[in-house]
């Protein structure tokens, strides 16, 4: 049986923010779970999803300088109603996109143990974020 849950993020500042504890605290009955799936899909078009470590904070922040220097604010884009962040964010988000699926496995998502679900926030100032968690167990 497949179930859907909203959840709502807190806003974050510009960067690469660990998300995996909002997501297991939003699954009712995850505990329960033997083996399933969970989608996570964000409604956002500026920022992103992806899973990375979860342990050290210099990767997060690393993270986020690699994708500042690979797509600048400085480049030449024509999108600049919404501000200077909003085309880069753009570019960001397709860069990792707006979806994950992540095993379901004894109650627990099936994460390695290095590994974590990232919101990648790319607008200095985004606002809430919201993300549409479908699984099945």
């Known amino acids: 049986m497949w179930s859907q849950v909203p959840m709502v993020l807190p806003p974050f500042r510009r960067g690469c923010h660990l998300i995996t504890h909002h997501v ?16 996570l899909f964000l409604q956002h078009t500026s920022a992103s999803l992806t899973i990375n ?6 990767v997060r922040a690393d993270m986020e300088r690699a994708l500042s220097y690979l797509c600048p604010e400085e480049l030449p884009f024509e999108h600049t109603c919404e501000g200077p962040d909003d ?8 860069l990792f996109g ?14 390695g143990t290095w590994q974590g679900i990232y ?19």
């Open 24 to 39: 297991v605290e939003a699954l009712p009955g995850l505990a329960q779970a033997e083996v399933g799936m969970l989608h």
């Open 53 to 58: 470590e979860n342990a050290d904070p210099d």
């Open 87 to 94: 085309m880069p964010a753009h570019v960001k988000s397709s």
């Open 98 to 111: 707006c979806s994950l699926w992540v095993p379901i496995r004894g109650g627990r998502l099936a994460l």
């Open 119 to 137: 919101l990648c926030e790319h607008r200095n100032q985004g606002g809430r974020r919201s993300v549409l968690l479908t699984w099945t167990a």
